[in-house]
């Protein structure tokens, strides 16, 4: 829409979808209020920097993206608990796949990780759920979480889904299923130093990692990659 000046959307019975750059450059937006029918929102649907609050999420909610939602600053997400399917748990919101199981990470909220600085997908993981995907941006600029521990069941990152997290300090994908980092995955992290840096063995990061994407560890503090497969590509 690009309208510099506007301060409220506010929406009641309609719409049910929001399409990409519906509210781009909105930097003046100080209230999001999407009403109980809404049921779709794309990528960027509302591209607003200077944007902060919470986003109260409705029950008709089925699909949400990683940066459906983004800003440079703090946006913290409220799920109606009514809402069949989405999940809400600490501070990330988890979404249902094709096949209706609840295995994908969508945004999360700027304050994930603030009582304990740590981020573990095993601890996402039970019968309701297993994280195998984490969406585009999804903890972009997240400035609470140091350590970030995958579980075996994760197989999928998106682009720039861990960028700009300055606190982080140390990932461990040893065990995972992922078979390429993303562009951007972790750029910007600037404290970044330790990938699977348990001992000198356990350092590569997996057998099954095929590509790395442009930029992915830009502008962090890593001063070797140990890694495993010869098809590595950067």
Request: charged fraction near 20%.
């Amino acid at each position: 829409s690009e309208c510099n000046h506007l301060e409220e959307v506010v929406f009641n019975s309609s719409p049910t979808t929001i399409d990409n750059f519906a509210f781009k450059d909105d930097d003046a937006l100080v209230r999001i209020d999407l009403g109980d029918a809404l049921i779709s929102l794309a990528n960027l649907s509302f591209e607003c920097k200077n944007f902060e609050g919470t986003i109260k999420l409705p029950a008709s909610l089925k699909d949400l993206k990683g940066s459906s939602f983004f800003s440079e600053k703090p946006i913290n997400y409220e799920l109606d608990s009514n809402n069949p399917y989405l999940k809400a748990h600490e501070g990330v919101i988890i979404a249902k796949d094709e096949d209706n199981n609840f295995n994908r990470i969508v945004p999360s909220s700027y304050d994930c990780g603030k009582n304990n600085n740590i981020l573990s997908f095993g601890a996402l993981s039970s019968d309701q759920y297993e994280i195998k995907t984490i969406d585009a941006f999804a903890f972009y600029n997240r400035p609470y979480i140091k350590e970030i521990h995958f579980s075996s069941t994760l197989s999928s990152l998106g682009e720039y889904c861990f960028s700009n997290c300055q606190a982080l300090t140390s990932v461990n994908l040893k065990d995972t299923n992922i078979t390429s980092i993303p562009i951007g995955c972790f750029s910007g992290s600037q404290k970044l130093t330790s990938v699977n840096d348990s001992n000198y063995s356990d350092r590569y990061i997996n057998g099954k990692l095929t590509g790395i994407g442009i930029e992915a560890f830009k502008d962090t503090a890593l001063t070797y990659l140990f890694l495993e497969n010869e098809k590595i590509i950067s």
